[in-house]
């Protein structure tokens, strides 16, 4: 198969385009990408344009946050270009164990680092940032939640906050796989799974040529997502 470029995404009334997150959207020539979309519009559902703009729900094409061969990820992102500033400094391999508060106020946190127990204090503010499931545990462990379930595992209530550390989803995803009858128009390597997983010749020429086409052009299947268009519809 032959895989397009990364398109780049917007600017319209519900995004930018000239954020160093690079979102972009990969296009690819085989037919098969086209045809999962019009069968779903076929089926009744509604096409959306753009799963980030104005409209979620329906069939269409995933957004995907790939430049230079890589996930742009908000590390190489924001954190990455930032580094070189002289008013920053980052510790590695550092587990904050809770925000350290002052007459109801977040003055900074307390942190392991290299077999200690560190403390750093903010001159303005505390910036939590540490995740859908880590930012509130550190709320937890810092007595703000639901104080009932604080106080039977002995931490001291700051705040009785009942949403904190609750109602957490997970975007579930289904996935399902069909046999394509064209060599040429399959979206996957061809796999023999007789007396265990092997690759065929086929498949390891075209894993090779895949990794050549990172590595060095930075470019092809695998610079791109693992999926290209998708339903969308809220749980």
């Known amino acids: 198969m032959i895989y397009g470029v990364a398109i780049p995404v917007g600017p319209d009334d519900y995004r930018g385009s000239d954020g160093p997150l690079h979102v972009s959207r990969g296009k690819s020539h085989n037919p098969l990408y086209q045809a999962f979309i019009d069968a779903g519009v076929q089926a009744g559902y509604p096409f959306t344009e753009d799963m980030n703009g104005y409209q979620q729900e329906g069939f269409g094409w995933m957004d995907m946050t790939i430049h230079k061969g890589v996930r742009w990820n908000t590390a190489n992102a924001y954190?990455?270009?930032?580094?070189?500033?002289?008013?920053?400094?980052?510790?590695?391999?550092?587990?904050?164990?809770?925000?350290?508060?002052?007459?109801?106020?977040a003055v900074g946190v307390e942190y392991h680092y290299q077999s200690q127990l560190k403390r750093v204090r903010a001159r303005k503010g505390v910036i939590l940032?540490?995740?859908?499931?880590?930012?509130?545990?550190?709320?937890?462990?810092?007595?703000?939640?639901?104080?009932?379930?604080?106080?039977?595992?002995?931490?001291?209530?700051?705040?009785?906050?009942?949403?904190?550390?609750?109602?957490?989803?997970?975007?579930?995803?289904?996935?399902?796989?069909?046999?394509?009858?064209?060599?040429?128009?399959?979206?996957?390597?061809?796999?023999?799974?007789?007396?265990?997983?092997?690759?065929?010749?086929?498949?390891?020429?075209?894993?090779?040529?895949?990794?050549?086409?990172r590595h060095l052009w930075k470019q092809g299947g695998i610079t791109l997502s693992c999926s290209r268009q998708m339903p969308f519809y809220p749980n």
């Not at 128009?185 to 086409?213: E, M």
């Open 79 to 105: 954190l990455r270009p930032a580094l070189k500033r002289q008013n920053l400094r980052t510790d590695t391999k550092a587990m904050i164990t809770r925000i350290v508060f002052e007459n109801n106020r």
């Open 129 to 213: 940032t540490s995740g859908a499931i880590n930012s509130p545990q550190l709320l937890n462990l810092s007595g703000i939640g639901n104080a009932d379930d604080l106080k039977k595992l002995g931490i001291p209530v700051k705040a009785h906050l009942p949403g904190a550390g609750q109602n957490f989803q997970d975007h579930l995803e289904m996935y399902f796989h069909q046999v394509c009858a064209s060599l040429q128009l399959s979206v996957t390597c061809k796999l023999s799974f007789r007396g265990g997983p092997k690759l065929n010749k086929g498949a390891i020429l075209s894993a090779v040529s895949h990794y050549y086409d």
